[in-house]
């Protein structure tokens, strides 16, 4: 008898609501590294699994908007610490998808992870920056403070499968938003990765769902779905992109336009994202009372 045995061949898989489902077609594509050669069958989400994935961020809402920012801060510290935990794993799969150096790939691997970092500190601070108390000519207390705009759909990068990736995704759901993410076509597998992150790390169900497969029937679904709140079209080519965003409009989305250059994922992020997917609620308060 051969001592040789057979390699067991990861099984990605979609992640939503918490569970880790095959797509409801069946389908799957290849994924390839940067020289073409064969990585993995990814799975092909579906118009059904878009819409499935939407519920199920729907469901999360109440609950991750009601969290305290310090408890969201928590959790998205815990993210940082699964992540760098399995950092091997990601800086094989970045390497593989974005034709990096091992050096190179620690080194992304390792910025994603302060990324996390950052924005799980930006959790309890960000209402500071959003929020004011508004001088007015009567006696009354006038507040401002951000709330979340609700369910975000987000095409990843394909530029920069992990670190991009955490730089679009962790902003949303830092300020309270549950997220649709539709993995970087071409490289899904840091993306896939990740959700068994969020997975084990106190993220509630549905709070991140990831969908990986063709953005060019995937998008469409998202943008006009009318339980989306916003999207956010960083992956998005330019045309459709266009197109996305016309559809988008029909039923009142926010929308965030891709650049027109490629962006600087290294470079400091400020508080731009944070930003992009709040919305201002003002009280009016008597004085005295």
Do not use: C
């Amino acid at each position: 008898m051969s001592d040789a045995r057979l390699s067991v061949f990861k099984t990605y898989k979609l992640f939503i609501g918490g569970s880790f489902p095959r797509s409801e077609s069946g389908r799957v594509y290849e994924v390839t590294d940067s020289q073409g050669r064969w990585l993995a069958n990814a799975p092909r989400g579906s118009r059904k699994d878009a819409r499935d994935a939407v519920a199920a961020a729907r469901t999360a809402f109440p609950r991750w908007s009601a969290a305290t920012a310090y408890h969201r801060g928590q959790i998205l510290y815990r993210v940082a610490e699964m992540l760098q935990g399995r950092g091997e794993q990601f800086r094989a799969e970045v390497a593989a998808a974005e034709g990096l150096s091992k050096s190179a790939a620690r080194a992304v691997v390792d910025a994603a992870v302060d990324r996390w970092v950052w924005y799980a500190g930006w959790t309890d601070k960000v209402a500071q920056i959003a929020g004011a108390a508004n001088p007015v000519a009567g006696p009354y207390f006038n507040l401002s403070a951000p709330e979340p705009t609700g369910v975000v759909a987000v095409l990843a990068p394909p530029d920069s499968s992990l670190l991009g990736l955490v730089s679009v995704l962790a902003p949303v759901i830092a300020t309270g938003n549950t997220a649709v993410v539709v993995a970087a076509e071409t490289a899904p597998l840091p993306a896939l990765t990740l959700a068994e992150v969020l997975a084990t790390s106190d993220l509630p169900g549905g709070v991140v769902n990831v969908l990986s497969g063709l953005t060019a029937e995937l998008a469409p679904t998202l943008a006009a779905h009318q339980d989306v709140n916003a999207i956010d079209l960083t992956g998005a080519d330019p045309e459709p992109a266009r197109e996305l965003e016309a559809t988008a409009a029909e039923n009142l989305k926010r929308v965030r336009r891709p650049h027109r250059s490629a962006e600087d994922w290294t470079a400091d992020p400020g508080t731009g994202r944070l930003l992009a997917f709040l919305e201002t609620k003002t009280v009016w308060h008597p004085m005295g009372v």
